[in-house]
């Protein structure tokens, strides 16, 4: 059931990223709806490959935790992981706005994976 509920969140998580940054880039650069699917495939490996494993570090770390501490921790390693992965490429891609993305796209992460641990 674990692994079923970090895939729907995966899934989720992109598909909420790649609208948060349509929107985004449609303020700020004026890019079109259709840019959708460009965030799609760019968020997508980053949610694979940092999202998914950081939920399921996060889940290891709180498994002796209950309520409203597990929450608070697990939300607080989502928040830390997403700082330092947003720095780490900002780095390469020498781009602030970068780690303002990557903590809101792990916010979404951690929202998507509590609403579903509930459902689940």
Known sequence: MVFLRKF???VLTTL????FLTFLFAIAEGSSFFDIGLFLIGALPFVLL???PV???SDYLTKNLNGKQRRTRALLIHSIFGLIA???ISLLFESLIIV???IVAALIFWSVDE???RRF
């Open 86 to 88: 947003g720095l780490v």
């Open 115 to 117: 609403i579903l641990r």
């Open 100 to 102: 303002g993305v990557t």
């Open 50 to 52: 940092i999202g998914v």
């Open 16 to 19: 909420l990223i790649a609208v």
């Open 8 to 10: 729907l969140g995966f």
């Open 55 to 57: 939920s399921f570090l």
